[in-house]
């Protein structure tokens, strides 16, 4: 937990580009990793594909694209896909009838491609078990990130995300790839989608991009040609339209208003992945992913098609990057970016939601690092200033019942986890957070997903800075106040109002109270420093 940055890639297999460039890549390597993997005639070469939570699992058609489109390939390849998405997420369905179209015109080889829904948030160890157990006769694993939340140091960085699942599952990718002596392969894309929250984009385009990391692109101005029959409030850059596409209530009506284009045209896109995001919106009204209408956006503009606007200067592809991920055994010292600190914080077994976090938090006491603030302008700033005045209430409140509080006593994680499982248990019943909801729901996405873990809710950005700044101003050294002015000189100005969502309002009343409770169930001896 030194804070030395670690290098995340093989530097000389990093390809960061557009999709095409992607694609190209990908078949240099599966062709490689096939040529050496020593298959009898008959034997498929078996790539396992795994997201990182919401829509990220979407990248797979770059991979689908490469196989399908390279004679080598086409016959020897098969490609399996495990959706890896929240729990309450439905997307699934759209992107098995687009594998049926690809399968039914003939665009993919009969049986090399195949579409399975795996949820996350039962616990963690449950879902971790059946990452492990689809990696059957696996050749080659490949992850698929939207973003840049994956690179995150878990301990020592000092802004979090919605990291749960990435570290989870490129621990369970990378133990299977060194195991087997396998290799395991990144692709991703739209790092803009995270940069805004204060990753280290320094760090992130050294140690994984090479030095080649975009960013910024898709600020881009465009100018409206007319407003007639247009949305009263008209995006002003790319980005903007393109997060304005995807979140539009009535797809068909965006693509047109937006884009001029029917999305029943969604075939005449030029590549699988462009085509996908058109065809999700002639199926349904969800949500797209931003990186997915970017691409749709560029593909339009490089076949000149007639658009609503203009761009202000010419429009750059989306990057996207393929990489081989390093292993442990390969890197200086036996260090590599994000892994070895999700292991030497014990991450890597732990049984619950509960056990997981506190392990997390404990770890991070007295290692966070600040290599850079929130940037002004950042969408996620009132939120930023909801989870830390949230957290500042937890902490006064705590302070005030117990004044001889320790959240750490005898360096233990003991009394966090307690307070963690009590919330837990609170949780299965208040309504505000909808577990029974979710919970019941949930086997009709995955048939066999079991129990919904009552903390799953933890997990996302909103929730983990609840705890991680708690932490922060409870184990301080300054006090209270010291150390939120100290977090606070890292974010842009507090907005005037900054509303607090009552789910959120709720889990930290929980939170208070569960440290509280748990403080006082405590005999004095453990209480001690020492």
């Not at 039962?122 to 879902?127: A, D, H, R, Y």
């Not at 761009?311 to 590599?336: D, H, I, Y």
Request: glycine share 8%; net charge negative.
């Amino acid at each position: 937990f030194s804070g030395k940055r670690r290098q995340m890639t093989d530097s000389a297999s990093v390809c960061a580009g557009s999709y095409t460039d992607a694609v190209q890549s990908l078949k240099t390597k599966f062709r490689g990793a096939l040529g050496s993997a020593g298959l009898a005639p008959e034997e498929k070469f078996e790539v396992a594909v795994f997201g990182h939570g919401g829509r990220d699992t979407n990248l797979w058609l770059a991979i689908v694209e490469a196989v399908a489109t390279d004679s080598e390939l086409r016959d020897k390849v098969k490609v399996s896909v495990f959706s890896c998405s929240w729990v309450d997420d439905d997307w699934e369905w759209v992107m098995k009838c687009y594998v049926e179209r690809l399968c039914s015109d003939g665009t993919v080889a009969e049986g090399s491609i195949s579409f399975t829904t795996m949820k996350y948030h039962e616990e963690v160890s449950v879902t971790m078990g059946r990452v492990m157990g689809h990696f059957y006769k696996t050749h080659c694993v490949v992850q698929c990130e939207q973003g840049v939340d994956m690179f995150v140091e878990p301990v020592t960085g000092e802004w979090l995300q919605d990291n749960y699942e990435d570290f989870a599952v490129n621990n369970a990718c990378m133990a299977f790839a060194e195991r087997s002596g396998v290799p395991s392969i990144l692709v991703q894309t739209n790092s803009d989608l995270d940069l805004s929250r204060s990753v280290d984009g320094d760090d992130v385009s050294e140690n994984v991009f090479a030095g080649q990391l975009q960013s910024g692109a898709f600020s881009i101005k465009v100018e409206w040609a007319q407003s007639d029959g247009l949305p009263e409030a008209l995006p002003g850059t790319l980005i903007a339209l393109a997060i304005k596409l995807g979140a539009c209530p009535d797809k068909r009506q965006g693509f047109r208003q937006l884009l001029n284009f029917k999305v029943e045209e969604f075939a005449s896109l030029p590549n699988l992945y462009a085509a996908y995001i058109a065809f999700s919106g002639l199926q349904t009204n969800a949500l797209v992913p931003v990186a997915g209408a970017l691409e749709v956006i560029v593909a339009l503009v490089g076949q000149g098609h007639s658009l609503p606007w203009q761009p202000a200067t010419p429009v750059t592809n989306p990057q996207w990057l393929v990489a081989r991920l390093l292993e442990p055994s390969e890197a200086e010292n036996g260090f590599v970016k994000v892994l070895s600190q999700f292991r030497a914080a014990q991450l890597d077994t732990a049984p619950n939601f509960a056990e997981f976090l506190g392990r997390w938090m404990a770890a991070r006491a007295s290692h966070r690092i600040r290599r850079n603030v929130v940037e002004e302008g950042s969408r996620f700033t009132p939120g930023f200033w909801q989870q830390l005045e949230l957290a500042k209430e937890v902490a006064d409140g705590v302070a005030h019942e117990c004044p001889d509080f320790i959240l750490w006593p005898c360096d233990s994680r003991e009394l966090f986890v307690g307070a963690l499982t009590r919330i837990g248990e609170a949780v299965r019943e208040e309504p505000v957070f909808g577990w029974k909801k979710v919970n019941d729901a949930s086997p009709s996405l995955q048939k066999d997903f079991g129990e919904l873990s009552p903390l799953w809710r933890f997990t996302s950005a909103g929730y983990l800075h609840i705890l991680d700044f708690t932490c922060r101003m409870l184990e301080s050294s300054a006090g209270v106040q010291a150390e939120f002015e100290e977090i606070a000189s890292g974010l842009p100005r507090r907005p005037d109002v900054v509303k607090f969502r009552p789910d959120m309002k709720r889990a930290a009343e929980l939170l208070q109270q569960m440290l509280v409770a748990e403080w006082r169930s405590r005999d004095p001896l453990s209480k001690q420093l020492h």
